[in-house]
Every structure is written in C-alpha cells, then in structure tokens.
C-alpha cells in the first residue's frame, strides 16, 4: 500500500508557473505507475499525465502538451508537475494518483484503474 501526500497549490495569476509534489510514502516508489488528474466545481475529473512503472516514461494529456511537464524522482519518492503559462481553465484540484499496475499510454488516463489518491491540493489562477 502507498500514501500519496499532494503539495504545491495556491492562487497565481494568469502566466504564472508552479510545480506541484506528490511524495509517496509506502513500497517502492519505482514499482508504480503514477497520475496527476484534476477536477474542477461541477466537471468530471480530468486526465492531466502520468508516469509509467519502472521506465518512468511519462505522457501529459493532448490539450496540455507544451505547458505541462510530469517527473518523477524514484530516489526521493516523488512524483512532480511543472505546469507554466497557466490559465484560470486550469483552476482545479489536483490529485495524485497511483496503482501496482502496469498501464499501456492508452490507459494511463482511465481513473479506474488507480488504486490510491492523495487528499488533492486546491490551484487557483486568478487575476
């Protein structure tokens, strides 16, 4: 079993940057495949991007592509999301998320398929 412990949110303006973490606490860190999803009042949660199990190779959702980058760091346990240039659409919460399962690209955007989720952390773009 992991813990999943989200930080790094807050209110930034329009443009703006922000990294956020995801410290994973638990079994090895390398034997998970790992997301960032988000959801925002009255939508259904979002596909944001993860990072595959063992080859960490990572896929960010068509529509944030050039703006969002997902990293893990299997030394620290830690998954990160630089998110830049950022637009009030992106005010969300966002959660990590993570499962023992080993997902083709095509299914790493399929919720169900987590087993463990962080509490969120809150993203707001405002100016």
């Known amino acids: 079993q992991v813990q999943l412990l989200e930080s790094g949110g807050g209110l930034v303006q329009p443009g703006d940057s922000l990294r956020l973490s995801c410290a994973a606490s638990?079994?090895?860190?390398?034997?998970?495949?790992m997301a960032w999803f988000r959801q925002s009042p009255g939508k259904d949660r979002e596909f944001v991007g993860g990072?595959?199990?063992?080859?960490?190779?990572?896929s960010i959702a068509n529509s944030l592509k050039g703006r969002f980058t997902i990293s893990r760091d299997n030394a620290k346990n830690t998954l990160h999301l630089q998110m830049n240039s950022l637009q009030p659409e992106d005010t969300a919460v966002y959660y990590c998320a993570a499962t023992e399962r080993v997902l083709i690209t095509s299914s790493l955007p399929r919720d169900e398929f987590y087993d463990y989720w962080g509490q969120g952390t809150q993203v707001t773009v405002s100016s």
């Open positions: 638990g079994r090895a860190f390398a034997g998970y495949t």
């Open positions: 990072s595959k199990r063992t080859s960490g190779i990572p």
